[in-house]
């Protein structure tokens, strides 16, 4: 199992940048799908960026160009580098373990992202 903190969540202006992690914690963080979701008002949990533990990657297709998820084994951590922010990024941004061999998921507690206009 892993227990996973996010942050580096703020406000930023359109066309700034961010950088957010996710720090786990626990055994088998190189095994999982990390993740990141995003939350906002009158929407759904939406997947925004997808890591597996070979590092193949996958975005939504609104954040591609502009958002780069990434993981560093050695030390638990998973990034989602932020550019070119728009109004449109605001929500809350949460970090997700998964396995599909043991439906295994785990999820942060969420780091709020506010981007102006």
């Known amino acids: 199992q892993v227990q996973l903190v996010e942050s580096g969540g703020g406000l930023v202006q359109a066309g700034g940048s961010l950088r957010l992690s996710c720090l786990a914690s626990?055994?088998?963080?190189?095994?999982?799908?990390m993740n990141w979701y995003v939350q906002t008002p009158g929407k759904a949990r939406e997947l925004v960026a997808a890591i597996t533990s070979s590092n193949r990657t996958s975005y939504v297709s609104t954040v591609k160009r502009r958002f780069t998820i990434s993981r560093d084994n050695a030390k638990n951590l998973l990034y989602l580098e932020m550019n070119n922010l728009k109004p449109e990024d605001t929500g809350v941004y949460y970090c997700n373990a998964r396995t599909t061999t043991t439906n295994y998921s785990s999820w942060g507690q969420g780091t709020r992202v506010t981007v102006s206009s």
């Open positions: 626990g055994s088998g963080f190189s095994l999982y799908t």
